[in-house]
């Protein structure tokens, strides 16, 4: 079975900068072959999509982060990390990663960011 564990979350003023981590763990398990994914949900509402990085490497950001927040990972680590920049008040929220392939997904437990001054 799966495993994600996220941290990195934390209080940090408007324009500061956090990075989350997320790291994967099972026995015999790569996280090379797993399409993985930041999520994100506030309070009171939906958990949205904020980016993604595929086995081939492609990337894809909400338009609300987009040039702020750069998703990578480190495979032989079984690590995925979510830089975030510039961060505002409406980037408050809990995050999640996941990891799936084909028709399984695994999610994280999450990790708090707070923004605010």
């Known amino acids: 079975q799966l495993q994600l564990a996220e941290s990195g979350g934390g209080l940090v003023q408007p324009g500061g900068s956090l990075r989350l981590s997320c790291t994967a763990s099972?026995?015999?398990?790569?996280?090379?072959?797993?399409?993985v994914a930041w999520f994100r949900q506030a309070p009171g509402k939906e958990r949205e999509f904020v980016a993604s990085?595929?086995?081939?490497?492609?990337?894809n950001y909400a338009n609300s982060v987009k040039g702020r927040f750069t998703i990578s990972r480190d495979n032989a680590e079984n690590t995925v990390y979510l830089q975030m920049n510039s961060l505002e008040p409406e980037d408050t929220a809990l995050y999640y990663c996941?990891?799936?392939?084909?028709?399984?997904?695994?999610w994280g437990q999450g990790t708090q960011v707070t923004v605010s001054s």
């Open positions: 996941s990891a799936t392939q084909g028709s399984r997904r695994y």
């Open positions: 099972a026995s015999d398990f790569t996280l090379d072959y797993y399409y």
């Open positions: 990085s595929g086995t081939l490497g492609r990337t």
